[in-house]
């Protein structure tokens, strides 16, 4: 029996198939795009907030102290319905810890959905709307003409180029990838 590699699979695991309940729930009644959003959210609160990551986390609190919690968060910043429902789901079994996961394997699956590929682009400083344009249009032929939603990130210490990934593709245009590579030839000169 051949082994199946489900590493790109966003459906596999604990996540994914919590992901998968939850995007078919949310298809069902065309929420989507607002389940994505509200995920997304309370994803970014939760990773913003370092006490907030270790409730999440910690196995010493119990189902009804984590449920207790996080209806109390859900209320105070308007979270109902499928999402709210969905995240208490998780709390009362114990797998508030793999959130951040299924968030990630839901926008997988909504992405896909959609046509959308993601793409993450590092630069080493802030790109002219003119640039983002044209990066946007290039990655969109690259991905077959589908649409493409750009992450822009500056770091300055790639020095200069670009860095993009896009689905399972990477590309390291980096000024700073490029000297390393230089000095890793001189060395195997010298």
């Given at each position: 029996?051949?082994?199946?590699?489900?590493?790109?699979?966003?459906?596999?695991?604990?996540?994914?198939?919590?992901?998968?309940?939850?995007?078919?729930?949310?298809?069902?009644?065309?929420?989507?795009?607002?389940?994505?959003?509200?995920?997304?959210?309370?994803?970014?609160?939760?990773?913003?907030?370092?006490?907030?990551?270790?409730?999440?986390?910690?196995?010493?609190?119990t189902a009804e102290e984590q449920l207790k919690a996080v209806t109390a968060l859900l209320t105070h910043f308007g979270y109902s319905g499928i999402t709210a429902?969905?995240?208490?789901?998780?709390?009362?079994?114990?797998?508030?810890?793999?959130?951040?996961?299924?968030?990630?394997?839901?926008?997988?699956?909504?992405?896909?959905?959609?046509?959308?590929?993601?793409?993450?682009?590092?630069?080493?400083?802030?790109?002219?709307?003119?640039?983002?344009?044209?990066?946007?249009?290039?990655?969109?032929?690259?991905?077959?003409?589908?649409?493409?939603?750009?992450?822009?990130?500056?770091?300055?210490?790639?020095?200069?180029?670009?860095?993009?990934?896009?689905?399972?593709?990477?590309?390291?245009?980096?000024?700073?990838?490029?000297?390393?590579?230089?000095?890793?030839?001189?060395?195997?000169?010298?």
């Open positions: 029996m051949a082994e199946v590699d489900d590493s790109k699979n966003p459906t596999s695991g604990v996540a994914g198939r919590y992901a998968q309940a939850l995007f078919s729930l949310a298809q069902d009644t065309h929420s989507t795009d607002v389940v994505a959003s509200e995920l997304q959210n309370f994803g970014a609160l939760v990773a913003g907030n370092a006490d907030l990551q270790r409730f999440v986390t910690s196995p010493i609190f429902n969905f995240i208490k789901l998780v709390a009362e079994k114990r797998r508030l810890f793999v959130l951040p996961e299924m968030i990630r394997a839901f926008n997988a699956l909504n992405d896909k959905a959609k046509g959308v590929t993601r793409a993450q682009v590092t630069v080493a400083e802030p790109l002219s709307p003119d640039h983002s344009a044209s990066l946007e249009e290039a990655l969109r032929q690259v991905s077959g003409g589908s649409t493409v939603k750009v992450n822009v990130s500056v770091d300055p210490s790639i020095i200069g180029g670009i860095v993009v990934q896009l689905g399972s593709r990477m590309v390291d245009a980096s000024l700073k990838t490029k000297l390393n590579s230089l000095r890793t030839r001189m060395k195997e000169v010298g």
